[in-house]
Nanobody
Framework: QVQLGESGGGLVQAGGSLRLSCVVSGGTFSEYVMGWFRQVPGKEREFVASISRSGTFDEYEDSVKGRFTISRENAKNTVYLEMNSLKPEDTAVYYC???????????????WGQGTQVTVSS
C-alpha cells in the first residue's frame, strides 16, 4: 500500500544542479528510513544516499560526498536529493527507496519508487 513517487529529473549541463523529490503515500512516512539509489544500463543499482527517520543522520556514497545533500520534510512526506556540481558520470535513473529496518545486513520491508532520469551533458 505504500507508494513512492519521484520527480525532478531532467537534462542539465555538467556543473549544474537539480533537486529530486520523492513523495511517500499510503504509509507513515516517519517510520521509514529513506534513501536514493541510481542505476545505469549494464550496471548494478548502487546506493547514493540515505537519511534516518528523524533526519538526524545521513550517509553518502563516496563519489557524491560534498556535492549531493539528502534531506527530508516529514510534514510533507517528502525526501529530497539536492544534486550540485553534476558530472556526466552522474547520469543514471535515480530511484527513491524507503525501508523500515536494516536487520542482519538486509533491508526490511522496503519499497521502491518508479525512478526519474537524470542526464548530465558534457
Amino acid at each position: 500500500q505504500v507508494q513512492l513517487g519521484e520527480s525532478g529529473g531532467g537534462l542539465v549541463q555538467a556543473g549544474g544542479s537539480l533537486r529530486l523529490s520523492c513523495v511517500v503515500s499510503g504509509g507513515t512516512f516517519s517510520e521509514y528510513v529513506m534513501g536514493w539509489f541510481r542505476q545505469v544500463p549494464g550496471k548494478e543499482r548502487e546506493f547514493v544516499a540515505s537519511i534516518s527517520r528523524s533526519g538526524t543522520f545521513d550517509e553518502y556514497e563516496d563519489s557524491v560526498k560534498g556535492r549531493f545533500t539528502i534531506s527530508r520534510e516529514n510534514a510533507k512526506n517528502t525526501v529530497y536529493l539536492e544534486m550540485n556540481s553534476l558530472k556526466p558520470e552522474d547520469t543514471a535513473v535515480y530511484y527513491c527507496r524507503g525501508w523500515r529496518g536494516f536487520f542482519y545486513g538486509a533491508y526490511s520491508d522496503s519499497v521502491w519508487g518508479q525512478g526519474t532520469q537524470v542526464t548530465v551533458s558534457s
